[in-house]
């Protein structure tokens, strides 16, 4: 790379994958309960718009319940009139008429206590439904607050070390040149936290792709950023060719 000091930028690139190991190791320190909390919130959710349709359903059940129940008291009150009438009648005619306005009073009744028998078997299904699910809820409530107030204290015993990591961090990656720092982001994005590694037995400290002894030589000479060719990283001297690296103040 014309005009790039190839020295610093390997020194800063060096020192940032070890700050970056490091917050690794931190939050590798908090186990997983990230992920539990993430797991439990999630499940926490789900179960919270599953009990949300059931109480709609079973609001829906219990308007349907008061309006066949007023729907049966105004049948009754009909029934009782058109059975009064009886006692008034002078036809035959009217007499039949009426008797059949009091057998659709039955009927009418008959269905509609029919419909609230069913309802009332609705009504307990979606109610055995809810129940296990607020249990499970108060559950993972608990879970939650056990889980965070763990996950807590954990990132306050590292938190001091953690600002100090990230605020390094933070410096070096507005130093390093911004292809460079673009290459080592993507790459260690890619592959799990490292975007740049030694020699290793003249080998690629990632992938131990072997490097090729010219390839070799051009690392340890230091004049050029030297990618893997395997995997992409930004390969580094080993330590005895550059041991300034990790002590270099930046």
């Known amino acids: 790379m014309p005009g790039v000091d190839v020295a610093k930028e390997l020194r800063m690139i060096a020192r940032l994958q070890s700050v970056d190991n490091d917050l690794q190791d931190l939050e590798a320190e908090k186990g997983d ?4 909390i993430e797991t439990i919130t999630e499940e926490n959710e789900r179960l919270g718009n599953k009990k949300s349709e059931l109480d709609t359903q079973l609001a829906e059940v219990e308007k349907k319940k008061r309006e066949n129940d007023g729907a049966v008291q105004l049948q009754k009150v009909k029934l009782e009139k058109y059975q009064g009438q ?11 008429a009426i008797n059949q306005e009091i057998e659709t009073c039955r009927s009418q009744i008959e269905s509609i206590e029919t419909a609230q028998i069913n309802l009332l078997s609705e009504e307990e299904a979606i109610k055995s439904q809810i129940v296990p699910i ?5 559950n993972l409530r608990t879970d939650l607050t056990e889980r965070e107030e763990e996950l807590k204290g954990k990132r306050a015993d590292t938190e001091s070390e953690e600002l100090v990591l990230v605020h390094e961090r933070e410096k070096l990656a507005v130093r390093i040149k911004k292809p460079i720092i673009a290459h080592y982001e993507r790459i260690r994005d890619a592959r799990g936290g490292i975007g740049a590694a030694r020699l290793y037995g003249g080998a690629c400290g990632a992938c131990f792709a072997v490097i090729p002894p ?4 051009e690392i340890r000479k230091i004049t050029d950023i030297v990618l893997c060719e395997s995997c992409g990283v ?4 080993e330590e005895e060719h550059m041991p300034e690296i990790e002590a270099e103040e930046l």
């Open 214 to 217: 010219q390839r070799r030589t």
């Open 86 to 96: 009886l006692y008034s009648v002078t036809t035959n005619r009217e007499y039949d």
């Open 234 to 237: 930004i390969v580094l001297p």
């Open 33 to 36: 309960l990230p992920m539990q």
């Open 134 to 138: 607020v249990s499970r809820v108060e």
